[in-house]
T-cell receptor, first 114, second 114 residues
């Protein structure tokens, strides 16, 4: 079955340090990939997406993700995190053979500490 | 502003009672979805509807029911048959002609069974 995997359930990091949240998907053909962010007791908000073109995509608040087809990865990075980045982050993908169905990873809780 | 409205935000229910969660969207989207979120398990699809008067079971439909009588509305009923209904419920939608799978989410409803 097609899947999206987030290996890290929690990532603690100090403020102003860099962070990487890992995401891998199980398809070698065309995909659309997304990162969503969820703050406590709120819905999911789209952070960034890869549909085609440049493999490096950026958000307005300093996050970036790189689509790597050979490694089937779409890791999320930020060079310097802020306390306000504390949230849960979900990787998701529309994978070949899955129609338009979006498949979610299990989420990574990012906790930024002072 | 266009968006997805879920109500109520918080709901308490006694065991054995049915409860209905509301989801309304003014984005003119064709497809609507209901997800359940539990800690550490990511999002699990309950039901989805691609067009009015049609809906499909997702991965965990048992104990839930839906209707899609209007394009903008997709209410979810949690019945007494649902054995563990305490969870955070998320409604989402997407345009019918969007083949990327990208979803737009409401703010969620937290159901607690006492």
């Amino acid at each position: 079955a097609q899947s999206v995997t987030q290996l890290d359930s929690q990532v603690p990091v100090f403020e102003e340090a860099p962070v990487e949240l890992r995401c891998n998907y199980s398809s070698s053909v065309s995909v659309y990939l997304f990162w969503y962010v969820q703050y406590p007791n709120q819905g999911l908000q789209l952070l960034l997406k890869y549909l085609s073109g440049s493999t490096l995509v950026e958000s307005i608040n300093g996050f970036e993700a790189e689509f790597n087809k050979s490694q089937t990865s779409f890791h999320l990075r930020k060079p310097s995190v802020h306390i306000s980045d504390t949230a849960e982050y979900f990787c998701a993908g529309t994978l070949t053979g899955g129609g338009n169905k979006l498949t979610f990873g299990t989420g990574t809780q990012l906790k930024v500490e002072l | 502003d266009g968006g997805i409205t879920q109500s109520p935000k918080y709901l308490f229910r006694k065991e054995g009672q049915n409860v209905t969660l509301s989801c309304e969207q003014n984005l003119n989207h064709d497809a609507m979805y209901w997800y359940r979120q539990d800690p550490g398990q990511g999002l699990r699809l309950i039901y989805y509807s691609q067009i009015v008067n049609d809906f499909q079971k997702g991965d965990i439909a048992e104990g839930y029911s839906v209707s899609r009588e209007k394009k903008e509305s997709f209410p979810l009923t949690v019945t007494s048959a649902q054995k563990n209904p305490t969870a955070f419920y998320l409604c989402a939608s997407r345009p019918g002609d969007a083949n990327t799978g990208e979803l737009f989410f409401g703010e969620g409803s937290r159901l607690t069974v006492l």
